[in-house]
């Protein structure tokens, strides 16, 4: 009831807080009472220097090209598109340099764009072109980058509202933005009231709006959904998207993208009702998520490309630099949030660039804390969620991710338990992430291609458990949506860090656990990565639990003959189909290891099982007539046969090779004997041996307490 009272409270502030407040401009981003201080910034402190020559850059360039807006018609990367999305940068960066410099042709430049906007955007009929499963917009082939766009214009014309005449801003208001925002709350009603990244957009877009031109009426709708209820809208986003710890149910890549609306659109809320205290809304939900989408990168930056993500996307984007520059300034100042930002090497400029620009410069940063965690999915806290293990700093950080989260929506991937492993500054197992060539126009429109379903989302495309060469829920979103992991265990110690959960649901009549651990020995300089993935059931069922890698394999246990032409595709479909089988080795001792030469260093996985098993070396290509998959490879632990199955892996990492000198040293993995005394219900014991000293891991599934101990 304390909660509820509180959220009524935030609403009436809001509403009435709208009426009441004075119009400044600038109010969002940059405001009137600190552009002083942010021209003075400019000059003193070197990040927010730089950052502002880039924009001032930019703005300079967009006035010497004359001013276009062309009819809609191309998709992602297509002419029209690129435009318009050029369009609102320009706007942007026009924007601030005229803050910073007070120089008039700034202002016009946006005026004149805006004006051309207004006198054809009320002719334009809806996108020509679709992306597949969104609905079109008007400048955009989809409706979620209208709302993008609107969301930077809103921003850039706050910050030159005052040096446009009030007629040409009437004209810009009338015959623009209502219409768009019409547009977007009215025609698009379904994708504005949808609790998911694309509503986080469409909400902020016309919220903003609302602030910037003193709406009331489009901020409510904004906060509360078009039937002001409070069901859907801002408040019930931050609500219903993010668990406890700050998780967004969709993954790390889309809470960076969803962070920017989610922050800026409260930064603006924060400016125009300050009493309200949105920031410490929901157990200030927007300073946990800022934290866990930093966490959800490894040291280099890349975010764990879990779910539909492009894996090349850091936290140097756009979305995560607005996140971590409002979360110091305005949120929490956290000073390892200025590591990230120096790291970033750029701060907006902004009020809150400023903040983060001079504690830098005044030597306040501390590392950022990565830290081994177990997040929570779902917003009760109670869907799962990832857990992550790290040691060690910098390039030679060790990070483990375990996937045990729900769904994810429809970005979601069919990978329940699947395992991430990187080290080194790079990925040792990785993931695949989505097959999409995102605005490559030439590559589907650069839109998501057949072979993210075919293939990316599939079980076997992820370093998970596939049963009888199908995928979790046979592939079926809704299906996959009711169900969730169950957290077993996370544990941290000074020589152990251990994460493990259970799946039942994702094949009918076969449960599956996964324990994933860091394990330090005194002979190794670095952790070894432990894995233990059971599955029980009452019927015969084949198991394959594949290990894509990065590298090439140097050394096996086993004579490897791959196939010399012909090669077949391993299966006929749920990803099989664009397997090619190279080679299949039986191992009837029930285990072995393959060393695989990374980098500068080797990796080597020493296998066991609880029956004969055989390894499968496989690649991408099969069934590809595009060429769209990107070339892996991965070798694959295969029971073709059994009702329990429990598969045990020991990854090292040794050595050294220096390829300029041609020396190598430390080629042999350290680790050996690798077996499983048993295996069930309330345990499973492995034993393995490092230079002839023998160790003894045993897993007690049912002991919390206990639950893994090493001897």
């Known amino acids: 009831m304390n909660y509820l009272k509180k959220v009524v409270t935030l609403l009436s502030c809001l509403y009435f807080g709208v009426c009441a407040q004075a119009q400044t401009h600038p109010n969002i981003m940059l405001t009137k009472a600190n552009i002083a201080a942010v021209r003075k910034g400019v000059t003193l402190y070197p990040l927010l220097k730089g950052s502002y020559q880039d924009v001032k850059k930019e703005a300079d360039r967009a006035l010497t090209i004359p001013i276009s807006v062309p009819l809609p018609k191309d998709g992602g990367g297509g002419a029209s598109h690129e435009q318009h999305k050029r369009n609102y940068q320009n706007i942007l960066a026009c924007g601030v340099a005229y803050q910073i410099t007070g120089d008039a042709k700034y202002a016009t430049y946006v005026k004149n764009m805006l004006l051309q906007y207004a006198a054809q955007y009320e002719k334009w009929p809806l996108h020509p072109k679709r992306e597949n499963s969104n609905p079109p917009g008007r400048m955009f082939w989809q409706i979620l980058n209208d709302c993008v766009w609107q969301v930077n214009v809103i921003q850039g014309y706050d910050m030159v509202y005052d040096g446009i005449p009030a007629a040409d801003r009437k004209t810009i208001e009338t015959h623009l933005f209502a219409p768009i925002v019409k547009f977007i ?33 489009w901020v409510q709708m904004a906060l509360k959904g078009t039937d002001k209820t409070g069901q859907v809208g801002f408040l019930a986003q931050v609500d219903e998207l993010f668990s406890p710890d700050g998780y967004y149910t969709e993954g790390f890549y889309y809470q960076r993208y969803a962070l920017l609306p989610f922050v800026i659109f409260a930064k603006a809320i924060n400016q125009y009702e300050p009493k309200t205290q949105i920031f410490k809304y929901h157990n200030s939900i927007l300073t946990k998520a800022v934290n866990i989408a930093l966490q959800g990168t490894y040291s280099n930056g890349a975010f764990f490309p879990i779910n539909d993500a492009m894996k090349d996307k850091t936290f140097e984007s756009s979305e995560l630099i607005n996140a971590v520059d409002i979360a110091y300034a305005d949120i929490s100042p956290d000073k390892g949030l200025l590591d990230v930002a120096a790291r970033q090497k750029k701060v907006i400029v902004s009020d809150a660039g400023l903040k983060v620009a001079k504690d830098l410069a005044a030597g306040l940063a501390k590392p950022f804390n990565y830290q081994p965690m177990w997040m929570t999915d779902g917003k009760k806290g109670d869907e799962g969620g990832i857990g992550i293990l790290r040691w060690g700093e910098g390039n030679r950080q060790q990070a483990v991710l375990l996937k045990a989260a729900a769904q994810g929506m429809g970005h979601g991937h069919f990978d329940r338990l699947n395992m991430l492993y990187y080290d080194n500054g790079g990925e040792v197992f990785p993931d695949y992430g989505a097959s999409r060539f995102i605005n490559i126009e030439t590559k589907n429109g650069g839109g998501y291609l057949p072979e993210n ?54 094949y009918p009549g076969v449960q599956m656990l996964r324990t994933t651990a860091l394990i330090k020995v005194a002979e190794l300089a670095k952790p070894l990565l432990i894995d233990v993935v059971k599955a029980t059931s009452s019927a015969n069922h084949q198991y ?17 003959e791959a196939v010399r032409d012909n090669l077949k595709a391993l299966g006929k479909s749920s990803g099989y189909q664009h397997l090619w089988l190279n080679s299949e080795n039986e191992v009837p001792a029930n285990n072995g290891y393959v060393s695989v030469m990374q980098g500068q260093s080797f990796y080597t996985t020493c ?9 499968k070396l496989v690649s991408t290509g099969a069934n590809d007539p595009n060429l769209s998959i990107l070339e892996s490879k991965a070798f694959m632990l295969s029971q073709p046969q059994a009702t329990n199955q429990t598969f045990v892996t020991v990854t090292e990492n040794h050595g050294q090779i220096d390829p300029v000198a041609e020396t190598t040293s430390g080629a042999k993995s350290a680790v050996s004997s690798l077996s499983v005394v048993s295996s069930d219900d309330s345990k499973t014991v492995l034993t393995f041996k490092i230079k002839d000293k023998a160790y003894t891991i045993t897993i007690n599934y049912q002991d919390k307490n206990n639950f893994i101990q090493i001897n």
């Open 453 to 506: 379903t075919s293939w990316a989302k599939q079980t076997v495309a992820h370093n998970a458990l596939v049963v009888d060469q199908t995928s979790n829920f046979k592939g079926n979103i809704k299906e996959a949506s009711k169900y969730h992991p169950e957290f077993i265990a996370f544990k941290t110690t000074d020589k152990i860090q251990v994460v493990s959960a259970r799946e039942d649901h994702a």
């Open 185 to 217: 709350y009215d025609d698009n009603k379904e994708t504005f009231d949808r609790l998911h990244n694309h509503g986080t957009w469409a909400v902020a877009a016309v919220g903003l709006t609302g602030y910037v031109l003193n709406k009331p009426e």
């Open 607 to 615: 296998f066991a099982s609880t029956t004969p098993i055989k390894v």
């Open 544 to 560: 394959d639990l594949p290990y894509w890698y990065k590298g090439t394999i140097i050394d096996a246990s086993f004579k490897i």
